[in-house]
């Protein structure tokens, strides 16, 4: 019997309990919820092992990570229930160690205060021992994780999610540009190293196929089913909504005052969407679990307790879905046919771009970002940026390639005393260096953002050159080398 299977079972012989919690903090609204979910000694026991997941994604505060007073709130709480041991951990975004974040919001020393522990998942800690060599970190790497074959991909996750007794989500809701929300299921993602988490390149030729959707959703549901958690909290008291789900120009925190917590992710989940006025069926992470056989109740076969839905209905503005709607300063942006793992760096790119170098384009004009396969041509000819092996690839024969050499006056009007037709005249031309490649598939921003400040100059990317330098030092610097030794990237 699969673990998908077995939780199918289980779960049609009792209906899954989801509160919905309101209150004016979201401290209040937290405690409520659990209190109405019938009090934390329901779901930890005494001397249990707790591991909380949150999301941790980048080096700042909320709401890009979890809100840390309702984390504050669970520790307690979990404590208060007789947990005899605590441990809170995540992976971040790609190339960033824990190590790193902890230092700079002084995780580790908070979640010790509060009688908890972070856990480096990445073994980061580590990374600073002279002592250790790169042998020492794999052996380190295969003893703290769990190699697991699923659905034929090989994933690593590690043994303390695997062993803990109690597994509980916090998870903040804030808008995802492909998927609508960052849904708990989403959130289960990160369990594992961010190098499990990546897709293969799209090697059909069809891109009305999205394979990359298509196989980052069966990706994060193999994930979300080898450990579902006891207890699942989207807390939506604050969304990041219009753009995230990290702070851009077009991001707006906007205050929701509730919190969906119940003991069954999938239903958490669906409460979640019907709360924010989005119809599970718009949902394909909803839609691919139905087809798993994983449980997806309709709303009358979940327990709703609290807030009636109703009563709790909010509508909040979702990501673009067209490219085009990203107004960067002095960009014109030309779309082709785009897989949506293009999409996704593609928005994120252009939404840093937006926010944080609108100074460094302020006299930079004239640029065109083309992205897709066979996008339209651009209207100028200088500055050209095409993003994606796509656009790359299919523009080889594009005129923009290259530049048309007219001919000078003297020799225009020599050929107009000559009586030579201008269809007989030979046309000059040089190929032109305006044009910035920035390749994957999908491309890797990082790597895009080290290419943009080459093509530009430093001199005339100022503020990109700052916010470079800064990741070089602090995330792209030793630590992360000791990252690609443990094999973690």
């Known amino acids: 019997m699969t673990c998908e299977t077995s939780f199918f079972m289980l779960s049609k012989s009792k209906k899954p309990e989801v509160v919905i919690s309101k209150a004016t903090t979201p401290k209040e609204c937290f405690i409520k919820g659990i209190k109405q979910l019938g009090g934390i000694t329901d779901y930890i026991s005494e001397g249990d092992h707790v591991f909380i997941k949150f999301n941790l ?8 990570n979890t809100n840390f007073d309702v984390l504050e709130t669970l520790v307690i709480l979990c404590k208060e229930a007789g947990a005899d041991k605590i441990s809170i951990g995540s992976f971040p975004k790609r190339g960033i160690p824990i190590k790193i974040i902890s230092d700079l919001l ?50 690593f996750i590690p043994n303390i999610i695997l062993n803990s007794n109690k597994f509980i989500s916090v998870n903040q ?82 205050k929701i005052g509730l919190m969906i917590i119940g003991n069954d992710a999938v239903s958490v989940d669906l409460v979640t969407l019907k709360v924010l006025n989005i119809n599970s069926d718009e949902s394909e992470i909803i839609t691919q679990a139905k087809n798993r056989n994983i449980n997806v109740p309709e709303l009358s076969g979940i327990k709703i307790l609290g807030e009636k839905i109703e009563d709790s209905k909010n509508q909040i503005e979702l990501c673009i879905s067209e490219l085009e709607k990203i107004r960067v300063k002095n960009f014109s942006i030309k779309s082709g046919k785009y897989c949506s793992g293009c999409f996704k760096q593609a928005y994120h790119l ?91 598939c999908p491309p890797n921003n990082f790597a895009c953002l080290e290419l943009i400040i080459k093509y530009y100059g430093k001199r005339n990317m100022p503020n990109l050159n700052l916010f470079m330098n800064l990741n070089r030092n602090w995330i792209a610097g030793k630590l992360n080398e000791m990252l690609k030794s443990w094999e973690a990237l």
């Open 57 to 64: 994604n980048l080096p700042g505060g909320f709401p890009v």
């Open 106 to 155: 002084n995780l580790e020393e908070n979640f010790k205060m509060l009688g908890a522990e972070l856990m480096f998942l990445d073994n980061s800690e580590n990374f600073e021992n002279k002592d250790l060599n790169q042998d020492n970190l794999k052996k380190i790497k295969y003893e703290s994780l769990t190699r697991i074959q699923i659905n034929e991909n090989e994933v």
């Open 173 to 254: 809701i804030n808008v995802n540009p492909l998927f609508k929300l960052n849904l708990s299921i989403i959130n289960s993602f990160s369990n594992i190293p961010p190098i499990y988490q990546t897709i293969g390149k799209n090697l059909k030729s069809d891109l009305s196929y999205d394979q990359y959707k298509k196989d980052l959703i069966t990706k994060i549901l193999d994930i979300y089913t080898i450990r579902k958690p006891n207890l699942v909290i989207n807390d939506l008291f604050y969304v990041l909504e219009s753009a995230g789900p990290y702070i851009y120009k077009d991001s707006n925190l906007k």
């Open 350 to 440: 252009l939404n840093f771009m937006k926010t944080y170098m609108g100074k460094d384009l302020k006299y930079n004009n004239n640029n065109s970002f083309l992205i897709g396969k066979n996008p339209i041509e651009p209207d100028k000819m200088n500055n050209i940026l095409l993003f994606g092996d796509c656009s790359i690839d299919s523009t080889k024969d594009y005129n923009f390639r290259n530049i048309i050499i007219e001919p000078k006056k003297k020799a225009k009007k020599k050929l107009k005393v000559q009586r030579i037709n201008e269809s007989k005249i030979k046309i000059k031309k040089k190929p032109n260096k305006n044009i910035l490649n920035l390749p994957g």
